[in-house]
């Protein structure tokens, strides 16, 4: 019996040393390094997946809101007009069909006029409707290394959701004035409508206050604002509707 017991206790304790060296093994600290650094990977798969069939609840940026955003309503892509859908595109991202979430051309034309003009406030982005969509949903307003983890995101959103996905949940998280969020929102507070009401002129109109909606105002626009949104205008005119509709 005492045999059986001694060897009982020499059997925990070697299986508690396994564990001991399993966990302390370099070999191990490396894997759970990797696995730490794939778990936010994981998660932002994981939750694109799940947002790919159902509505977005909300967003990083709502969360991080200054104020309390307004009622936040998802409506599907067949319930907003198609004006607004090619508003954003015309203003924000006219390659938005061609490109796999970053635009080089952009990218590489938007850091060229900003070193031109280094010592002035006329910097201009290259970030695609995608990019802004993986910040607003996942990330925070501001800083290079945001930019860093931007990217990647932007990629894996293009592989996992097709452009028409990608559209309907950015036009339905993005920021249009102080705590108003998603088309509907803007278009209920600005004009009285739903977002299926909204006429071209008033889509370039919400379309002119991005990316800077805090800056902006809809109800209050600037003279710079107004050429933008007549701008806007001329090139939805140019692109013409089927070229958000048959993507």
Do not use: C
């Amino acid at each position: 019996m005492k045999k059986r017991r001694r060897k009982s206790k020499q059997h925990r304790a070697a299986r508690h040393a396994w564990w001991q060296r399993w966990l302390w093994h370099p070999l191990t600290r490396n894997r759970r390094l990797q696995l730490l650094l794939a778990s936010p990977v994981l998660l932002v798969t994981v939750l694109l997946l799940v947002f790919s069939l159902l509505p977005v609840p909300t967003s990083s940026f709502m969360l991080q809101s200054p104020v309390k955003p307004v009622a936040h309503r998802w409506m599907p892509m067949k319930h907003i007009s198609p004006w607004a859908a090619l508003a954003v595109v015309a203003a924000e991202d006219q390659r938005f069909p061609q490109h796999w979430g970053l635009d080089l051309q952009a990218i590489w034309g938007a850091a060229r006029k900003n070193w031109r003009y280094r010592h002035s406030d006329r910097r201009v982005g290259g970030s695609t409707i995608t990019q802004q969509l993986a910040k607003n949903l996942f990330l925070w307003p501001g800083g290079y290394f945001r930019k860093l983890i931007e990217a990647p995101i932007a990629l894996l959103i293009e592989l996992l959701w097709p452009k028409q996905r990608i559209l309907e949940v950015y036009l339905n998280i993005a920021e249009f004035g102080p705590g108003v969020y998603g088309i509907e929102a803007a278009a209920q507070r600005y004009f009285g409508i739903s977002a299926a009401r909204l006429t071209r002129f008033q889509a370039a109109q919400l379309a002119a206050v991005l990316p800077n909606p805090r800056q902006r105002r809809v109800n209050r626009p600037t003279a710079a604002q107004r050429q933008r949104a007549a701008w806007i205008e001329r090139q939805m005119g140019q692109l013409g509707l089927r070229y958000v509709q048959d993507m």
